[in-house]
């Protein structure tokens, strides 16, 4: 099957110059855009194209390095702007080999509409072009959108990207801690292992019988892995944390009126749930209006 390239297109509210500057001058291109850690630009011959290098930490003292040549630009009708790319690498481990693209800006009445499209070779044959239709191409599209959005939040409302992708991060670190939490609770104490002390607190509610009981742990124990498949599927993740924030302390109350013994064992419900209702308060209010892939139009 033939490749689609990576296409990603935004309207930006900001001045022509002030769009180019950022997406064109090494030290501010590199705060914004995921795909890259560094740039610099090395010594230019007169009449030449701009040759550059890059590198993007990938973790663990690793690191990608590679090469690019801006092919110059050229400005179109309309005062549209062209900014052409060639690049690649040699190491071992990158999903990219080489590849070409642009950058395009096309101004409008009030904005300007930046937009990219880039392909590229893939290392590992047809192993290698595997991974990269399942894995790394839909990845890499991902962050230049989300980088696009990052981009157009600085310029339209000053928030650095620096700020923006420490609020993103944090905000889904939250969710998969979450989202641990809750398929793990309901998994290992309830389903699997059925914790005698589960069933003791559903029978000091109410005299249950044992069936009734077990019954309830286990539809329990359901509810809370179905909450948890919440947290990676539900996008609005404000609603969430908001009725975390409701539903903490009084699971907290309930776990101490039926066993106030709790109170003085290790890792006890009154020092857990607090901790995790102050996670949720802090992960509501980083959460407002993150930058976000879904913003961009992917498809020409």
């Known amino acids: 099957m033939k490749r689609k390239p990576v296409y990603v297109e935004i309207d930006i509210n900001a001045p022509m ?12 291109h590199e705060q914004w855009d995921l795909r890259f850690s560094s740039i610099t630009y090395l010594p230019k011959e007169e009449n030449e194209p701009q040759h550059f290098s890059y590198k993007r930490n990938i973790g663990f003292g690793q690191s990608i390095e590679g090469w690019g040549i801006t092919s110059g ?7 549209a702007k062209t900014s052409s790319l060639h690049f690649g ?22 904005s300007v509409t930046f937009l990219t499209q880039y392909d590229y070779d893939v290392p ?16 890499i599209g991902w962050g ?17 990207p620096y700020s923006q992708y420490l609020r993103f991060f ?15 609770h309901g998994l290992i104490p309830k389903l699997i292992y059925m914790h005698p002390d589960e069933v003791l607190m559903v029978k000091n509610l109410s005299p249950f019988s044992d069936d009734m009981a077990f019954s309830i742990v286990k539809t329990t124990g359901i509810l809370e892995v179905i909450f948890g498949l919440f947290w990676l599927l539900y996008k ?5 944390l908001r009725l975390q924030i409701i539903v903490f302390p009084l699971l907290t109350i309930t776990a101490i009126f039926v066993n106030p013994d709790a109170l003085f064992h290790p890792f006890n419900p009154l020092t857990f749930n607090i901790s995790l209702l102050f996670i949720s308060f802090v992960g509501f209010f980083m959460s407002k209006d993150l930058p976000s892939a879904t ?6």
């Open 17 to 28: 110059d002030e769009l180019w500057k950022a997406t064109q001058t090494p030290h501010l």
């Open 73 to 79: 630009s050229h400005e179109g009708k309309n005062g």
């Open 89 to 110: 690498t040699d190491n071992a481990i990158s999903p990219i080999k080489e590849g070409k693209g642009y950058w395009k800006y096309v101004p409008k009445e009030n």
């Open 124 to 139: 590992f044959g047809k192993l290698g072009r595997i991974l990269d239709r399942l894995l790394f191409r839909p990845l």
């Open 144 to 160: 230049t959108a989300l980088s696009f959005d990052v981009l157009k939040r600085w310029l339209e409302n000053g928030e650095t």
């Open 170 to 184: 944090v905000c889904w670190f939250i969710t998969c801690l979450f989202c641990f939490i809750w398929i793990y």
């Open 236 to 240: 609005k993740k404000r609603n969430l």
């Open 295 to 300: 913003t961009c139009k992917r498809k020409r």
